[in-house]
């Protein structure tokens, strides 16, 4: 009756369904991961945003790689604006995905270490290999408090070209370069400036980060798990279909009987 699964074409096809059963069921656990991690991370942002704000010194010194717990909380700091030393960000884009540059400046603390501020956005309306025009930042001795973000890498980014810029331009901001073309201990990371709001609304500030989505990853897990649980129900249908063709098929005409000879 079922003999019929034992032709070439029916073992290809149940291999294929054992086969594609885990592999969508694993599908749907990835999918689940990802689910919580982000929500793992939403909490985090959350959390840190929400903390009252600490001097930036009690969270990183000179040479300190950011962790994850302290990204995006917020610090403070006092100190000296040090505008000859002040460089852009290239291919940087605000909150309506204008491209434009990040106006980085060093602030020199009182007590001579020095602070990355990422006091927010241009644009560029100029020429890309020309320093563009910055507003000019407070002058003389101010208290800025901004989120504790983390070193850029090539890593994390993906951006690779990052020789060959124009003067006082780079691609990815890092304490460890600046130390290095400043000659003085950098903090480790840098701060997104959130106050003092700037005058005239420029450098544009950084937004908060995106911590309340949880992305479509949930609705992808059901997904796989429904093309699980669907998979063996399709092939018992087939299984089924093939049974009552061949049950309805009529036999195949009796061979003719050879003449008799004369």
Do not use: C
């Amino acid at each position: 009756m079922y003999r019929f699964l034992l032709s070439r074409q029916w073992v290809i096809l149940t291999l294929l369904t054992l086969v594609l059963i885990p592999v969508m069921v694993e599908l749907g656990f990835w999918q689940l991961h990802r689910h919580e991690h982000r929500v793992a991370h939403n909490k985090l942002v959350s959390d840190a945003l929400a903390a009252p704000p600490v001097p930036a010194e009690e969270l990183t010194s000179p040479g300190h790689s950011v962790s994850d717990s302290e990204r995006y909380r917020r610090v403070t700091a006092k100190g000296t604006y040090d505008t000859a030393h002040e460089v852009v960000v290239r291919r940087r884009t605000n909150a309506a995905d204008e491209v434009g540059f990040h106006v980085l400046t060093p602030l020199v603390l009182t007590d001579g270490k020095v602070l990355l501020v990422n006091r927010g956005w241009i644009p560029a309306d100029g020429a890309q290999t020309a320093f563009p025009k910055i507003p000019a930042p407070a002058p003389g001795e101010v208290t800025v408090t901004g989120r504790l973000m983390a070193d850029e890498t090539t890593a994390a980014s993906g951006i690779k070209d990052l020789k060959g810029l124009p003067d006082r331009q780079i691609m990815l901001i890092g304490s460890a370069q600046m130390a290095t073309t400043l000659g003085k201990p950098v903090l480790g990371g840098f701060i997104e400036q959130t106050a003092p709001e700037p005058r005239d609304g420029t450098p544009e500030l950084i937004g908060d980060p995106d911590h309340s989505g949880i992305g479509p990853h949930m609705a992808y897990a059901v997904q796989w798990w429904l093309f699980a649980a669907g998979v063996p129900v399709g092939w018992v249908i087939l299984v089924r279909r093939e049974r009552r063709d061949r049950a309805a098929a009529p036999d195949p005409a009796p061979e003719m009987a050879a003449p008799a000879p004369v």
